[in-house]
Structures are given as structure tokens and as C-alpha cells.
């Protein structure tokens, strides 16, 4: 199966009984047992498993290549079981520039558990020097929140693989439609299936997807039905019918990103402009290689403070002055207030995700609120 036909057929199960179309949703908790005392469904209890979140999961691990996925109730609890599976003391390496609540997550939840170095993932020489002999996992998020850094996929994973290292890539702002690290090398896959999977902004979820069913993956299979971060029955539903559209839906993030990127990069009032699918991006021949397109996200510098910044996010029509991303509404950002007094997100630097509302709509809107 294609990439489209994946994304709406894998994750619907046909109701033997009802013929129904459209999976239903199982709200039931608890499955009944047969007289011998197993499971004919091949259910229990819906922490353990549950026919909504097999159905997710079965449609995520195809839609990245993998063996296997698991769903969490958050991408944020989905990161956290990764780093669960590791022994205390082991020593991990993620990106400078990083999805900040998950920063937060390994500096305040698992300080003096792990041990957590942030380098320049874009070099490579630097990433060779970081790593210790209790050095466990590498951390890759490409392209990066918020100043869309780009790392090299495939030259990280043969490193860590000479040092026996796992190599998980949070594929978020690219989407398995773009990307798909584990073809790449990379052992597994993060989402947050808040933002593009799930793409309407209406429904929590996280998952993971590995390349093989190995002892770290039965490791991550135990944490999620033993801890239990699992998302309901009905959340299942919304993000599964959120990724039927997902191929078409980021086809057009990218062309209004692409566009707004190029109206952006010759506009007077703007410093820089981050997109990787711009030439002068320092990740662009790196994320030319390794993506198929460059995405719906984008951030740029505004010439002037943060004051000058927060003006110009509050002047626009169509964009919602909102964190978050991926949804079909455009939402703009202004990042280093969002990330707290510690960021070193530039303070006038603006983050946009590009909706699927018309192009000339938003280049107007963005036009009207930079020449105010
Ligand atoms: C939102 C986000 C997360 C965290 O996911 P939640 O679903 O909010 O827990 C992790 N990484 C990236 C890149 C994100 O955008």
C-alpha cells in the first residue's frame, strides 16, 4: 500500500457484527473471558490494549515502516517512556534547540536519573566528542522547535550504531509523510499526534513506532500498559480519522508555508527567516536529502524587541496568537515568552504554523500586520 491509501485503510478494523463502515468506538473497559478462561476477542482491559488504540497503532507503525507503534495519551508521555527505559545514570544527548516542554521534562522530572548533554546536533564532530561510554540514547528532533535546525538522520544513526547507542527521532514538525527516520536508521520515531496526525487541534495523543521488535521495545510495550498513560477509546477515533486526511493536509501546509516563507524572506520588516525549504537555510541540502518536503512550520525575526514582536502577532486576522501547531487554522507564536525567563529563543523571533486557509489570505493578513 502507498502512503495515501495506508493512512485511510490501516487504521480502520470493519465491524464483523454491524457491517458498519467506520470503526466504532469501544468504550468498554473490560472484555468478557470464555469458558475456558481466555480472551476470544483478544481484548481484557483497556490499559493493556483496546480495539480503538490497536487500530491507531496498527495505521502509525505503517505509515512510518515500523514493526510496531504504541500510543500515549500525550507526546510528551510517550517521550517520557523512552526515557523510562533507560537505567539510571545512563547518559543521553538531545538537541540544542528542542521542543522546550520536553527539555523541561528531562531537566526537572529526571535530573539525577539521567545524565543529559545538549549539543549542536547539525555537527557532527561535535556529536562524535559528546559521547561516553554510559551514553545510551541520542535525541533528534529535525526539522527543530523553534529555529528549524535540521540534523542529518542517517549520519547520526551510523554513529550511534558503531556505539551501540538508540536513536530516537521526534518526528512531529515533519510527519511520516515527509519523513521517516527509521528508514533512515534512526531505532525509533516520536510523535506528538497533537499537531499534524490528530490536525484539527481537538485531541491529545503521543506514539512511538520501532524499527524491530526488540528487548528496549518490550521495555517501552510494559511502560505504557503498566503505567498506564494510554489515550481513551474516543481520542483514538479523532486521530485516526484526523490521519485519513494527513497526506493531502500537508501537501498543502507545505506549498502555503513555502510560499509565505518566500514572501517573508524579501520583506523589509523581517531580520531572518527560518524554513528549510529556503536555499539560504543552513539545513537545506541536509533536509533536501533526507525529507520529501519541507513542511507547514516556519519562524522568523521581526526587526525590532519582543514589544515590537507580540504587536505584530496581536495585528493579524487570520492567525490566532496561540501556541501549538498543526491544525488547519494558521496559529502564530510569539516563542521565547511562551518557554519562560531561561529560553534562548531570540526574543523577536515569531513562530508561525501555517494553515490550510488561502495563500494570498495570509500573505495580506501578515503584510497589513508588519506594516503596522
Ligand atoms: C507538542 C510537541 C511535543 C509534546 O507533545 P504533547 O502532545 O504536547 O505532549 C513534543 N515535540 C514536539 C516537536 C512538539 O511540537
Known amino acids: 500500500m502507498k502512503l495515501e491509501t495506508i493512512a485511510i485503510h490501516a487504521g480502520n478494523q470493519l465491524d464483523e457484527t454491524t457491517k458498519a463502515v467506520i470503526q466504532p468506538i469501544t468504550l468498554s473497559t473490560t472484555f468478557e473471558r470464555g469458558e475456558d478462561g481466555n480472551y476470544p476477542g483478544g481484548f481484557i482491559y483497556t490499559r493493556s490494549a ?21 500510543a500515549f495519551s500525550s507526546g510528551s508521555a510517550a517521550a517520557a517512556a523512552v526515557f523510562q527505559s533507560l537505567a539510571p545514570g545512563s547518559h543521553i544527548i538531545a538537541p540544542d534547540d528542542m521542543y522546550h516542554g520536553l527539555r523541561n521534562l528531562i531537566n526537572q522530572v529526571y535530573r539525577g536519573i539521567l545524565e543529559i548533554t545538549y549539543i549542536n546536533l547539525s555537527d557532527i564532530v561535535l556529536l562524535k566528542s559528546a559521547i561516553r561510554s554510559n551514553t545510551k540514547l541520542i535525541w533528534i528532533e529535525t526539522p527543530s522547535n523553534p529555529l528549524l535546525k535540521i540534523s542529518d538522520i542517517q549520519a547520526i544513526a551510523s554513529i550511534s550504531k558503531e556505539n551501540n547507542i538508540t536513536v530516537c527521532c521526534d518526528n512531529t514538525f515533519a510527519t511520516p509523510v515527509f519523513q521517516n527516520p527509521l528508514r533512515l536508521g534512526a531505532d525509533l520515531v516520536m510523535h506528538s499526534s497533537t499537531k499534524y496526525l ?54 498543502g501546509h507545505a506549498e502555503n508555508a513555502r510560499k509565505l516563507a518566500n514572501f517573508l524572506n524579501s520583506h523589509p520588516k523581517v531580520e531572518n527567516v527560518f524554513y528549510p525549504g529556503l536555499a539560504t537555510h543552513s539545513g537545506y541540502e541536509t533536509a533536501k536529502k533526507q525529507m520529501k518536503d519541507f513542511g507547514g512550520m516556519l519562524s522568523f525575526l521581526v526587526k525590532g524587541d519582543a514589544k515590537k514582536a507580540l504587536k505584530i502577532a496581536n495585528a493579524t486576522q487570520f492567525f490566532t496568537q496561540a501556541t501549538s501547531l498543526g491544525g488547519v487554522e494558521s496559529l502564530i507564536e510569539h516563542r521565547a515568552s511562551v518557554e519562560g525567563p531561561d529560553t534562548k529563543t531570540p526574543q523577536n523571533l515569531l513562530r508561525i504554523s501555517v494553515g490550510l486557509e488561502n495563500i494570498e489570505d495570509l500573505i495580506l493578513d501578515i503584510d497589513q500586520a508588519l506594516s503596522l
Request: with cysteine; charged share 20%; aromatic share 6%.
Open 198 to 251: 490528530g490536525g484539527h487541534s481537538d485531541v491529545m495523543g503521543g506514539a512511538l513506532i520501532t524499527r524491530e521488535k526488540n528487548l528496549l521495545w518490550e521495555r517501552v510495550r510494559q511502560i505504557q500498559g503498566l503505567a498506564g498513560a494510554v489515550p481513551a477509546p474516543f481520542d483514538c477515533y479523532l486521530t485516526v480519522r484526523g490521519i485519513k486526511t494527513l497526506p493531502y493536509r500537508m501537501r
Open 50 to 70: 483496546n480495539p480503538n488504540r490497536t487500530s491507531l497503532e496498527n495505521v502509525l507503525a505503517q505509515l512510518e515502516g515500523g514493526a510496531d507503534a504504541t
